[in-house]
């Protein structure tokens, strides 16, 4: 299994070889049905294969360049079929989202963002975190913000059931053995005063409300290891707690090309795009760079 680095060149006749084998014989298929987007179930390794980053060589395009690009976990693919709604990786939900967003922008105009950034003291700051979450205040100004010795736990469980995106721009751990980088134990988002919070209690972080988590600095996400289970496994813990879609990254992304794309994906949102539209295009502004910078983030579950 290839796995991007940013000092990798060989990532084109990779992506190249994978889209033929997973893409190509039903890219036919997919373009008939002229998806709003794709949605994919990765299982095992594959898990660990951002899918947006295959490249059909005849169009020279990326994946995420054809189609906007979202995952579920088999909870995700659960409760969209509760809500009786269609498959949104097959069918179009035009006109439910277009009479959504009027909805939405009558009764709330600005849903307000709760961001926690750069909790001190860490043993590795995160500089570029703050300027996320104070930009994603300019674009939401009904968002709330907690910063270094005010991000902690406490204010996040405060605040997080009045706030539809919860944005974590601060260090989790998602690896089996732990991540002695960041000095954090597996499964565990790291608060102010150091507190390691274990993600297996995310039913206690108030969620019931969230239509989207981002988790923007965390490591999950170890391909020489085991079967993909650690971000799929973070993301199913966090919609089983209420969390209506998750977004996280499969490796660390640098500080200020994680907070470019954050940025960009929120101004999408404001835009009216959603979120799996918002992901894509925020990508694709970056498309020139190499992947390493731009595909880690996943969104994972319901896209709209």
């Excluded at 579920?72 to 967003?101: A, H, V």
């Excluded at 039913?203 to 989207?212: E, H, S, V």
Aim: aromatic share 10%; hydrophobic share 40%.
């Amino acid at each position: 299994m290839h796995h991007y680095h940013k000092n990798d060149s060989g990532f084109i006749d990779t992506s190249a070889k994978l889209y033929d084998l997973l893409i190509k014989p039903i890219a036919a298929e997919i373009a008939s049905h002229s998806p709003q987007a794709l949605a994919i179930i990765p299982t095992g390794k594959l898990r660990y294969l951002p899918f947006e980053t295959l490249k059909d060589q005849e169009s020279n395009q990326f994946l995420i360049q054809k189609y906007p690009v979202f995952y579920l976990t088999r909870l995700s693919s659960r409760s969209l079929q509760q809500n009786n709604s269609p498959d949104p990786g097959f069918f179009s939900l035009d006109n439910l989202k277009k009479t959504f967003d009027q909805f939405l922008k009558i009764f709330f105009p600005d849903p307000g963002v709760l961001g926690l950034s750069n909790p001190t003291p860490s043993k590795v700051p995160l500089p570029g975190a703050t300027q996320e979450v104070q930009s994603i205040q300019n674009i939401f100004p009904n968002s709330q913000t907690f910063t270094g010795q005010a991000a902690t736990l406490e204010a996040f469980k405060q605040n997080a059931p009045r706030f539809p995106i919860l944005h974590l721009a601060t260090h989790g751990c998602f690896q089996p053995n732990g991540c002695p980088n960041i000095g954090l134990a597996a499964n565990t988002i790291l608060f102010a005063n150091n507190q390691q919070f274990p993600i297996a209690e995310a039913a206690l972080l108030g969620l019931t409300n969230t239509r989207l988590l981002v988790l923007s600095a965390c490591q999950t996400a170890q391909p020489a290891q085991g079967n993909g289970e650690e971000i799929s496994g973070l993301a199913y813990v966090l919609e089983r707690a209420g969390a209506r879609s998750v977004m996280a990254s499969l490796w660390s992304v640098e500080d200020q090309a994680t907070r470019d794309l954050m940025i960009n994906f929120y101004q999408n949102l404001n835009q009216g795009q959603n979120k799996a539209q918002a992901l894509q295009q925020a990508k694709i502004s970056q498309i020139d760079r190499h992947p390493f910078f731009w595909s880690a983030f996943l969104l994972i579950g319901d896209p709209r």
